[in-house]
């Protein structure tokens, strides 16, 4: 076992692998009390999905349809707020694509309250590397106008009109 692979041994926490499986990354926050974890392997619960769209404005979609949706996603990332009793999904993306060639970002959303502390660009960088592992070449992401200037300012390049739709290319 090289020393990398001992030292995340040595970090694991048995509550939070049963919780959101081996993979899960905690986003730094600036309140020591709070933990933020995000994971691609805890399944969504629709519930809590809808009410995390409902918080940012999203209009209400059938939930049969949002869990077929999921289930075809390339992936599919989540984001809690950490309580061992009860974690509450405070943060979500999919991603759909072939998981070679091209892979899009869909729905990234941050609940209100949590906006504006760098959640959203974790999540990126989180859900960015987990492509780069797969080695996906280029990925596109859509998003509303508004958030075109967020996804510029991280490197994303933007389409000629500058709307809706921002690529990132692997290097």
Not at 50 to 76: H, I, M, T
Not at 113 to 128: A, E
Request: with cysteine; proline share 4%; hydrophobic share 40%.
């Amino acid at each position: 076992m090289n020393s990398s692979n001992t030292q995340q041994a040595a970090l694991r926490e048995p509550l939070l692998d049963k919780l959101y499986g081996e993979q899960w990354r905690e986003l730094k926050t600036n309140n020591e009390k709070l933990r933020l974890v995000t994971s691609f392997d805890r399944e969504i619960d629709l519930i809590e999905l809808e009410q995390l769209c409902d918080a940012v404005g999203w209009c209400r979609r059938p939930q049969r349809r949002v869990r077929k949706a999921l289930d075809n996603s390339l992936l599919v990332i989540g984001l809690w707020r950490h309580d061992p009793r009860l974690p509450r999904l405070i943060g979500f993306a999919r991603c759909t694509g072939d998981g070679v060639l091209d892979a899009t970002i869909w729905d990234l959303a941050i609940h209100p309250l949590y906006q504006r502390n760098g959640l959203g660009k974790g999540m990126m960088v989180v859900l960015l590397e987990r492509l780069q592992m797969l080695e996906v070449e280029k990925v596109t992401l859509f998003a509303d106008a508004q958030a075109v200037r967020f996804y510029s300012g991280q490197g994303w390049n933007l389409e000629p009109r500058g709307e809706r739709c921002v690529f990132w290319y692997a290097r």
